[in-house]
């Protein structure tokens, strides 16, 4: 069965210090892998998306992730990182054969201390 | 921006009640999902929906777990027969295309269900 493995499960940042947020899944074919951030009391929105094509997207917020498809990981990363990105971050996969349901990892609760 | 909204956002039921959580998916999205969240544990998928069927559905998703679109707007999940471990936050889900085919799923922002 598939899975996704977020490592971290609480991370406690200052201000400006640089982030990685480790995601690894366990799929043998061909996958789509999303991370969704959930600020507190608001609704799981998308921070961006792989699909095909360059290994390294860009989303929202500064945001960025690798996918390394021989790590089988997808770990998001930000250069600098400010108070408001204090929030719950998700790593989900959805297998290209297997229809429309993604399958999530654990969460990640980022932390940021001004 | 459009949005997936839920209603209620919180119900409290007592075990063995019936329960009914409500969405209403973006209006041009043709793709619903539920998704739920017991405390401290991961986002798990219930049940996916197109073309006024399920398409798909997970191990949680027993008997006592039915989804319908009533009216062409709502998409509801109703719980038959609540019990304790169905204490959990819900999730509804919609997409303009299948998620496997770039789509993106826009999420509500969840509905927490406490059964006493």
């Known amino acids: 069965a598939q899975s996704v493995s977020q490592h971290n499960h609480h991370v406690i940042l200052s201000e400006a210090a640089s982030l990685e947020l480790g995601c690894n899944y366990s799929y043998g074919g061909t996958v789509n892998l999303f991370w969704y951030v959930q600020y507190p009391g608001q609704h799981l929105q998308l921070l961006l998306k792989y699909f095909s094509g360059d290994p390294l997207v860009k989303g929202i917020k500064g945001f960025e992730a690798e996918f390394i498809k021989s790590k089988f990981s997808f770990n998001l990363r930000k250069p600098s990182v400010q108070w408001s990105d204090t929030a719950e971050y998700f790593c989900a996969v959805n297998a290209y054969n297997q229809g429309g349901k993604l399958i999530f990892g654990q969460g990640t609760e980022l932390s940021v201390k001004p | 921006e459009p949005e997936v909204t839920q209603t209620p956002s919180h119900q409290v039921t007592q075990m063995g009640q019936e329960v009914i959580l409500r969405c209403v998916p973006i209006?041009?999205?043709?793709?619903f999902y539920w998704y739920r969240q017991i405390l401290g544990q991961k986002v798990e998928f219930l049940v996916s929906f197109y073309n006024n069927e399920i398409s798909e559905k997970s191990e949680i998703f027993d008997d006592q777990f039915s989804v319908e679109r009533p009216d062409g707007s709502n998409f509801t999940l109703k719980i038959r027969s609540t019990k304790l471990e169905d204490s959990a936050m819900y999730f509804c889900a919609s997409s303009e295309l299948e998620v496997a085919n770039t789509g993106e799923l826009f999420f509500g922002e969840g509905s927490r269900l406490t059964v006493l």
């Open positions: 209006s041009n999205h043709l793709y």
